[in-house]
């Protein structure tokens, strides 16, 4: 397959504030702030796991890789180049040593070894990938979603063999989607169950279920089984990450607005032979934001409560209870509120705020905001640049530490989560924008 390269508009612009009283703690930076106990701790931690960071870097077209407890690039190798264009992330392959490399501007998904950190194999699809973090343990299949079609590509993670692809083939066209999703021509894969994926149509505002099987020749085959209109495109159905506590057979999406139309959380029924039906939606607006000033991407489960966070781009963490579709609560959080971070030892979650300097720590057991923690202290970039990456972000195994990535200053970042200050920063270089945690522990 001859490969076809193109360079898209890559990542969601995101902007706004919000509304609530909170402190702000600033950030320290350096290890040489650390206090012998804290030094003592962090050694103690590196000497039981392991944990390397993999990050697709945009600029450089390549996968960092950090030696996380130590705080330190990987030795012997801590690089692996794609030599394709916008390589944006690496996502772990389940039950395997090895992660697969979104290049969002190539056709083309890389298999990289978490052992040698070489890049070992090239798996050619049909369009460029967007997301490929989907993994169907039982079928031990791969859904890769589209970046510039709206297509999904299906992966055997045994043979890293692409079996067969889904949707439409052909390019959408960038420059006029009619919804604020970027230039994306789908949202995140997603299985609804062992038999059935989505392909999330975002220009054509729509939502397509399939059913994968294997026919009397033992091959893979896949049967779309319906199509249905959503308000706006949907970025992602809610990964339940095992904290989802309502009914069996709903799933929840994220709508991420439109000219005139606010953003949304939309509940479906699936049904196997029917496919995905929506149920019910509930708009995500509060007095004085516009329906043109704010869109979203990503909703998180709470993890005790039948609650939904989720952060818009006006700056609002919106606080939706899905059992009654209804707001319950906002929360000024800051420009570009993306990503929560639900970490359950601390009755704390943490909001990623693409577009600005600091993150919001949230008390999820009161909902109520404790405060902002400065990361960066570019404030010349906020609302302008994507200052923190996206997932993965990492927490050590005793909640006290937060890992995650800053994107434009090329940083990771670790923040102590009982005195909310980070505390220690690695210089990588590039742009790293999005990939996984791989932890392994010395007892295994």
Same mark, same amino acid.
């Given at each position: 397959m001859? $490969?076809?390269?193109?360079?898209?508009?890559?990542?969601?612009?995101? @902007?706004?504030?919000?509304?609530?009283?909170?402190? *702000?703690?600033?950030?320290?930076?350096?290890?040489?702030?650390?206090?012998?106990?804290?030094?003592?701790?962090?050694? *103690? $931690?590196?000497?039981?796991?392991?944990?390397?960071?993999?990050?697709?870097?945009?600029?450089?077209? $390549?996968?960092?890789v950090v030696d996380v407890e130590n705080m330190k690039l990987n030795e012997p190798k801590y690089e692996a180049a794609t030599g394709h264009l916008i390589t944006y992330t690496a996502d772990k392959v389940y039950d395997h040593p090895k992660l697969y490399v979104v290049n969002r501007g190539s056709n083309a998904i890389d298999v990289m070894s978490t052992k040698s950190m070489e890049i070992i194999k090239t798996i050619d699809l049909e369009h460029f990938p967007r997301s490929s973090e989907r993994m169907n343990k039982r079928l031990r299949l791969n859904q890769t979603s589209g970046m510039d079609k709206p297509m999904s590509?299906?992966?055997?993670?045994?043979?890293?063999?692409?079996?067969?692809?889904?949707?439409?083939?052909?390019?959408?066209?960038?420059?006029?989607?009619?919804?604020?999703?970027?230039?994306?021509?789908?949202?995140?894969p997603f299985w609804l169950d062992k038999d059935h994926f989505v392909t999330l149509d975002r220009y054509n505002r729509k939502i397509h279920t399939y059913k994968i099987e294997k026919n009397v020749d033992d091959e893979w085959v896949s049967h779309k089984i319906n199509e249905i209109n959503t308000t706006s495109s949907i970025h992602q159905i809610i990964p339940s990450k095992g904290r989802y506590l309502g009914e069996k057979g709903l799933f929840y999406g994220t709508a991420e607005g439109a000219p005139d139309i606010y953003p949304s959380i939309i509940e479906f029924r699936?049904?196997? *032979?029917?496919?995905?039906?929506?149920?019910?939606?509930?708009?995500?607006?509060?007095?004085?934001?516009?329906?043109?000033? @704010?869109?979203?991407?990503?909703?998180?489960?709470?993890?005790?409560?039948?609650?939904?966070?989720?952060?818009?781009?006006?700056?609002?963490?919106?606080?939706?209870?899905?059992?009654?579709?209804?707001?319950? *609560?906002?929360?000024?959080?800051?420009?570009?509120?993306?990503?929560?971070?639900?970490?359950?030892k601390k009755n704390m979650a943490i909001v990623i705020n693409h577009k600005d300097t600091f993150v919001t720590i949230v008390d999820i057991k009161s909902n109520t905001k404790v405060s902002d923690v400065t990361v960066s202290s570019h404030d010349e970039w906020s609302g302008n640049k994507m200052i923190q990456a996206h997932p993965k972000y990492h927490?050590?195994?005793?909640?006290?530490?937060?890992?995650?990535?800053?994107?434009?200053?090329? @940083?990771?970042?670790?923040?102590?989560?009982?005195?909310? !200050?980070?505390? !220690? $920063?690695?210089?990588?270089?590039?742009k790293p924008t999005q990939g996984s945690f791989v932890t392994s522990y010395k007892s295994q």
């Open positions: 001859k $490969r076809k390269t193109y360079f898209l508009a890559m990542i969601l612009a995101l @902007t706004g504030c919000g509304s609530e009283n909170y402190n *702000k703690t600033n950030a320290a930076y350096g290890p040489g702030l650390l206090e012998q106990k804290e030094d003592s701790s962090m050694q *103690k $931690r590196a000497e039981e796991q392991t944990t390397k960071a993999f990050f697709g870097d945009i600029s450089r077209n $390549r996968v960092v590509s299906i992966i055997d993670i045994d043979k890293d063999e692409l079996i067969l692809s889904v949707g439409k083939d052909k390019k959408v066209d960038t420059e006029n989607n009619p919804n604020f999703g970027g230039s994306h021509a789908t949202g995140h699936f049904d196997a *032979k029917k496919g995905l039906v929506k149920t019910r939606e509930v708009e995500l607006k509060k007095d004085g934001v516009e329906a043109n000033d @704010t869109w979203l991407h990503h909703g998180d489960f709470h993890p005790t409560k039948k609650l939904i966070y989720v952060g818009a781009g006006d700056g609002t963490l919106y606080i939706v209870d899905y059992e009654k579709m209804r707001i319950v *609560k906002t929360i000024k959080a800051g420009k570009g509120a993306g990503h929560t971070v639900m970490i359950p927490i050590s195994k005793d909640s006290k530490y937060f890992y995650a990535f800053l994107t434009e200053e090329g @940083t990771i970042y670790e923040m102590n989560l009982d005195r909310l !200050r980070v505390v !220690r $920063r690695l210089e990588v270089g590039g």
